[in-house]
């Protein structure tokens, strides 16, 4: 009799404590205290993450702000410096220009010639680098252009020397539209008794006459048109020396 009302009074404990323990654990106050803080926590996250995004947003906008509107100056003043170019070519000398053209113009095809001969990539990875540009970016340059390679080693070569910046498309649109090489190196403010040398050396380079040194040869700025070279004005007479092939270049004013 001992035995069993130990035994019973034993699992009455048991159950006590059984209820006493999922008592606890259903307590809706304690539930609801957890659920809150877990809920805060989750709402702080929610906007960090907003404000995060939000900054970010912000930034990028700012950013393509700021490119548009470089942009937007850059365009002007391209715009700019075009038309004070074109302007100024216009009043080029008309005897020293031309005889300045008929010489370049001799000097590009024989550029032509080599780059028939030998293929363009050739003539391109020679003079590329004398213009800061890889052989690749000028022969994709040459077939946008749809130009000879003569006229593309002319236009470099300007635009090298040239302090008013402009695109190589730029200075095609005053070519196609009449202006000729002299005349356009005017507007450039380029003395145009240095234009011919400077064109003469990288021509070399470009027929593998001569060796390219990883620069433009030098044209510098200022009204003077005749001295340095074959082209000269005096008295308004205009003379020019007889020989302009390219022969074995020798790189000029570097």
């Known amino acids: ?105 001799e000097i590009s095809k024989e550029i032509d010639a080599e780059a028939a001969a030998q293929g363009g990539a050739v003539v391109a990875d020679r003079v590329a680098g004398e213009f800061g540009l890889t052989g690749e970016s000028l022969v994709s340059e040459q077939n946008t252009l749809n130009t000879g390679w003569g006229d593309l080693v002319i236009a470099h070569t300007l635009l090298a020397n040239a302090k008013t910046r402009l695109s190589t498309e730029q200075l095609y649109s005053l070519h196609r539209s009449g202006m000729g090489w002299g005349q356009i190196a005017y507007g450039l403010n380029l003395r145009l008794g240095e234009v011919e040398a400077a064109v003469k050396s990288e021509g070399g380079v470009a027929t593998g006459m001569a060796k390219a040194d990883g620069k433009a040869a030098r044209i510098h700025s200022g009204a003077r048109v005749g001295a340095g070279t074959k082209t000269s004005v005096s008295a308004g007479k205009t003379s020019v020396g007889a020989s302009s092939g390219l022969g074995v270049g020798v790189k000029v004013g570097k």
Do not use: C, H, W, Y
Not at 17 to 42: I, K, N
Not at 53 to 71: C, H, L, W
Not at 86 to 95: L, N
């Open 1 to 105: 009799m001992k035995a069993i009302t130990g035994a019973f009074l034993g699992g009455v404990l048991i159950l006590a404590s059984q209820g006493a323990a999922l008592g606890q654990g259903s307590d809706p106050a304690s539930s609801g205290a957890a659920s809150t803080t877990a809920g805060a926590q989750t709402s702080l996250e929610a906007r960090q993450q907003k404000e995060t995004r939000t900054q970010m947003q912000a930034e990028t906008q700012g950013q393509a702000q700021t490119e548009a509107s470089a942009e937007a100056n850059a365009d002007a003043n391209g715009s700019a410096s075009f038309k004070t170019v074109r302007d100024r070519a216009k009043e080029a000398p008309s005897k020293a220009r031309v005889a300045l053209e008929k010489r370049l113009a």
